[in-house]
């Protein structure tokens, strides 16, 4: 009895230590991955004189939120702001509806000739025409300058149909045989059915489209001339770009002319803002998927 106590005793302290270890390598990550966007954040909002200087870097000095007011005077923001939202929004509907249904239909034996049609989009991930023919097909079917060029092309995307593809084939075949059995078609197996059960896979999906389409800005740079379809990214994009002659322009304005070192601004100011304002919107939606992320990774990850 005395050396099973002694044995219990000795192996709580080790697993005493390995909580230890485990949780201090785990903040230390969580800090390393986590510091960056705090670092960004503490910047925009502190005296712009001492960030240009490197001078921040842990804690706000001379808080003031002047860089984000300028920074939303730009030309074209708020317009900018409106087409990625739009974009967001509805190409990420429409990516996980297609991914869905036609995960879904790829698992049906009575598709006419599934499997070449599976193949088909399949080889697409393997094989890109490259950037011209793709800029001469968007001008053919009339999509350049078009707000749709933002969407159509990326409502098919192969890996999201193998995820759910994968997801669809763990369901039990029971139910979908339960449902036609009670007289239930394809389409209704599909949203009374189908659509229910993959809410982990379809939310893992959703993440990654609005990202993507979040943080797009090539293909403005590419298919679009009209500045009224602009993207926030894109604007962004070339702000960052011109950071320095911006806020010599922000300087010499009526609003700046009588600002002192503390809100003046500077490239550094301008850079670190505009970076914040990509940023955050991810960084408050992503929390409301994680939940479903592990598991849609997990359960409809492909299978050897």
Known sequence: ???????????????????????????????????PFYYLIINTISANDLSANGAINFLP???????????????????????????TVIGTVFTVMASAYLGFMFTQQKMWHRKFWY??????????????????????????????????????????????????????PALQEAAKIDGAGILKCFYKIILPTCKPILATIAIWAAVGQWNSFQDTLIYISDQKLYSLQYLLYTYLNQANSIATLVKSSGVQSVANLVTQQTPTSIRMTISVIVVLPILFIYPMFQRYFVKGIMIGSVKG
Not at 7 to 31: E, G, M, P, W
Not at 62 to 87: D, M, P, T
Request: with cysteine; glycine share 4%.
């Open 119 to 172: 193949r088909f989009i399949i080889i697409t991930m393997y094989f890109n025409a490259g950037l011209i023919p793709m800029f001469m097909t968007m001008k053919t079917l009339n999509l350049t300058n078009s707000f749709w060029v933002y969407i159509i092309p990326a409502i098919v995307q192969p890996f999201n149909i193998i995820m759910v593809k994968t997801y669809v084939e763990s369901i039990p």
């Open 1 to 35: 009895m005395i050396a099973t106590s002694e044995k219990r005793k000795q192996k709580s302290k080790k697993d005493y230590l390995f909580h230890i270890c485990n949780y201090a390598v785990f903040a230390l990550l969580t800090f390393i991955c986590a510091y």
């Open 61 to 87: 000095k001379k808080i003031h939120i002047e860089n984000y007011v300028q920074v939303f005077k730009l030309s074209g923001l708020g317009r900018g702001i409106l087409i990625s939202v739009a974009r």
